[in-house]
Protein backbone atom coordinates (compact mmCIF):
# COMPACT_ATOMS: atom_id res chain seq x y z
CA UNK A 1 0.00 0.00 0.00
CA UNK A 2 1.76 3.06 -1.14
CA UNK A 3 -0.11 7.10 -0.32
CA UNK A 4 1.41 9.87 -1.31
CA UNK A 5 0.15 13.54 0.67
CA UNK A 6 0.49 16.98 -1.36
CA UNK A 7 -0.75 20.23 -1.04
CA UNK A 8 1.65 21.32 1.15
CA UNK A 9 3.63 24.53 0.53
CA UNK A 10 4.60 28.52 2.21
CA UNK A 11 1.58 30.59 3.06
CA UNK A 12 1.08 33.63 5.51
CA UNK A 13 -1.23 32.87 8.87
CA UNK A 14 -5.05 32.85 8.69
CA UNK A 15 -4.43 31.50 4.80
CA UNK A 16 -5.80 28.09 3.87
CA UNK A 17 -5.01 24.72 2.48
CA UNK A 18 -5.79 21.83 1.37
CA UNK A 19 -3.78 18.66 1.40
CA UNK A 20 -4.79 15.29 -0.24
CA UNK A 21 -3.89 11.73 0.24
CA UNK A 22 -3.64 9.55 -2.87
CA UNK A 23 -3.47 6.20 -3.71
CA UNK A 24 -3.53 4.19 -6.55
CA UNK A 25 -5.14 0.87 -4.59
CA UNK A 26 -8.48 0.11 -5.83
CA UNK A 27 -9.18 -0.87 -2.34
CA UNK A 28 -8.55 2.31 -0.73
CA UNK A 29 -12.13 2.92 -0.45
CA UNK A 30 -11.59 0.30 2.75
CA UNK A 31 -9.06 1.81 4.53
CA UNK A 32 -9.21 3.87 7.10
CA UNK A 33 -7.48 7.12 6.91
CA UNK A 34 -5.52 9.67 9.29
CA UNK A 35 -3.58 12.47 9.34
CA UNK A 36 -0.51 13.51 11.58
CA UNK A 37 1.99 15.80 11.61
CA UNK A 38 5.54 16.18 12.80
CA UNK A 39 7.04 19.52 13.39
CA UNK A 40 10.97 19.98 13.79
CA UNK A 41 12.48 18.31 17.21
CA UNK A 42 8.83 17.38 18.36
CA UNK A 43 7.05 13.90 17.96
CA UNK A 44 4.45 13.29 15.33
CA UNK A 45 0.96 14.34 16.27
CA UNK A 46 -2.34 13.37 15.58
CA UNK A 47 -4.51 15.64 13.30
CA UNK A 48 -7.51 14.17 12.08
CA UNK A 49 -8.82 10.67 10.54
CA UNK A 50 -12.16 9.07 8.94
CA UNK A 51 -13.35 5.62 8.29
CA UNK A 52 -13.63 3.78 5.09
CA UNK A 53 -17.29 5.02 5.18
CA UNK A 54 -16.70 8.80 5.27
CA UNK A 55 -19.50 8.55 7.93
CA UNK A 56 -17.05 9.36 10.41
CA UNK A 57 -14.41 12.04 11.68
CA UNK A 58 -11.89 12.45 14.22
CA UNK A 59 -9.94 15.81 14.09
CA UNK A 60 -7.43 16.79 17.37
CA UNK A 61 -8.70 19.77 19.85
CA UNK A 62 -5.61 21.15 19.09
CA UNK A 63 -7.34 21.91 15.32
CA UNK A 64 -10.77 21.52 15.43
CA UNK A 65 -12.98 23.83 14.18
CA UNK A 66 -10.39 25.11 11.77
CA UNK A 67 -9.68 21.49 10.07
CA UNK A 68 -11.72 19.36 8.07
CA UNK A 69 -11.05 15.52 6.94
CA UNK A 70 -13.08 14.30 4.09
CA UNK A 71 -12.43 11.26 1.42
CA UNK A 72 -13.99 11.00 -2.32
CA UNK A 73 -13.64 6.76 -2.66
CA UNK A 74 -14.51 7.08 -6.30
CA UNK A 75 -10.82 9.41 -6.49
CA UNK A 76 -9.14 7.41 -3.89
CA UNK A 77 -8.53 10.48 -2.44
CA UNK A 78 -8.29 11.72 1.30
CA UNK A 79 -8.52 15.75 1.65
CA UNK A 80 -7.61 17.65 4.93
CA UNK A 81 -8.72 21.17 4.23
CA UNK A 82 -6.93 23.41 6.91
CA UNK A 83 -8.40 26.97 7.58
CA UNK A 84 -7.42 30.06 9.73
CA UNK A 85 -3.89 28.28 9.75
CA UNK A 86 -1.27 29.77 12.25
CA UNK A 87 2.57 29.58 13.01
CA UNK A 88 2.73 26.39 14.46
CA UNK A 89 0.81 24.51 12.44
CA UNK A 90 4.31 24.22 10.63
CA UNK A 91 5.04 20.99 10.10
CA UNK A 92 5.68 18.36 7.81
CA UNK A 93 2.04 16.49 7.39
CA UNK A 94 1.81 12.74 6.71
CA UNK A 95 -1.46 10.28 5.51
CA UNK A 96 -1.08 6.96 7.25
CA UNK A 97 -3.74 3.67 7.12
CA UNK A 98 -5.60 3.05 10.25
CA UNK A 99 -7.88 4.41 12.35
CA UNK A 100 -6.64 6.41 16.28
CA UNK A 101 -4.80 9.01 17.81
CA UNK A 102 -1.67 6.91 18.07
CA UNK A 103 1.07 6.35 15.10
CA UNK A 104 1.14 2.70 16.40
CA UNK A 105 -2.56 2.25 15.29
CA UNK A 106 -1.20 3.12 11.85
CA UNK A 107 0.26 0.59 9.08
CA UNK A 108 1.22 2.18 6.14
CA UNK A 109 2.56 6.13 6.06
CA UNK A 110 3.10 8.29 2.89
CA UNK A 111 5.67 10.86 2.40
CA UNK A 112 5.08 13.79 4.39
CA UNK A 113 4.34 17.20 2.78
CA UNK A 114 5.64 20.11 4.23
CA UNK A 115 3.19 23.25 5.69
CA UNK A 116 4.72 26.34 6.52
CA UNK A 117 3.05 29.19 7.87
CA UNK A 118 4.30 32.39 8.29
CA UNK A 119 3.15 35.37 10.55
Known amino acids: VQLQASGGGLVQAGDSLRLSCATS????????VGWFRQAPRKEREFVAAITWSGDRTYVADSVKGRFTISRDNAKNMVYLQMNSLKPEDTAVYFCARGWGISTHEYDYWGQGTQVTVSS
Open 25 to 32: RRTFSSYD
